[in-house]
């Protein structure tokens, strides 16, 4: 089955730590993307990507790290720098980056203890 | 610059009766359109989207929505409300400068009531 994979679903971390959220598709998408999503708001994007080695920040990239060195594969690394961690991060893709509908993986929980 | 306005954060029916979710664009260029819905804890699935063919574009689980320019509305219904459709659902406009980024609505929470 086609889709995105992210891993792992929940995340606990301590303040100070950096982790790293993996994002996975095999829809041979070009653009990939990340967000970030609080409680009462929409997704706010950090990064994103249009083709390998290449991605541009997003609203919010501050505190946030990314490498894509493989077409299939987009992870995000949280820095210590990002004040407020604690989130539901979303992955999508999409065919050509060019407008069109993004396709979302099932998210990660990130808790910062 | 482009964006979207949900005009209700909460609506509440009952089971069987119709759903209106509201939605209010702004973009200089006619624009794509979304809506996605999110169940708890759960990613995005989209629901239907608009790209200036047909106005009235319909998607899955019984929901359409109609695209009317002179009002930058793109309104979100659904006839009969199931249980199943309580969920948090995002407006969504394309970015027109073709970068691939979609620009979320705050998004409108539907409760479904026995």
């Known amino acids: 089955d086609g889709g995105i994979t992210q891993s792992p679903k929940y995340l606990f971390r301590k303040e100070g730590q950096n982790v790293t959220l993996s994002c996975e598709q095999n829809?041979?998408?070009?653009?990939m993307y990340w967000y970030r999503q609080d409680p009462g708001q929409g997704l706010r994007l950090i990064y994103y990507?249009?083709?390998?080695?290449?991605?541009q920040k997003g609203d919010i990239a501050e505190g946030y790290s990314v490498s894509r060195e493989k077409k299939e594969s987009f992870p995000l690394t949280v820095t210590s720098a990002q004040k407020n961690p604690t989130a539901f991060y979303l992955c999508?893709?999409?065919?050509?980056?060019?407008?069109?509908?993004?396709?979302f993986g099932p998210g990660t929980r990130l808790t910062v203890l | 610059a482009q964006s979207v306005t949900q005009l209700d954060s909460h609506v509440s029916v009952s089971e069987g009766t119709p759903v209106l979710l509201r939605c209010n664009y702004s973009?200089?260029?006619?624009?794509?359109l979304f809506w996605y819905v999110q169940h708890p804890n759960k990613g995005l699935q989209l629901l239907l989207k608009y790209t200036s063919a047909a106005t009235l574009v319909k998607g899955i689980n019984g929901f359409e929505a109609e695209f009317k320019k002179s009002e930058t509305s793109f309104h979100l219904t659904k006839p009969s409300a199931h249980m199943s459709d309580a969920a948090e659902y995002f407006c969504v406009v394309s970015d027109q400068r073709n970068t691939g980024k979609l620009i979320f609505g705050q998004g409108t929470t539907l409760q479904v009531k026995p």
């Open positions: 990507s249009q083709i390998v080695n290449d991605f």
């Open positions: 999508a893709s999409s065919i050509l980056g060019t407008g069109d509908e993004q396709f």
């Open positions: 973009s200089s260029y006619s624009p794509s």
């Open positions: 829809l041979n998408h070009d653009a």
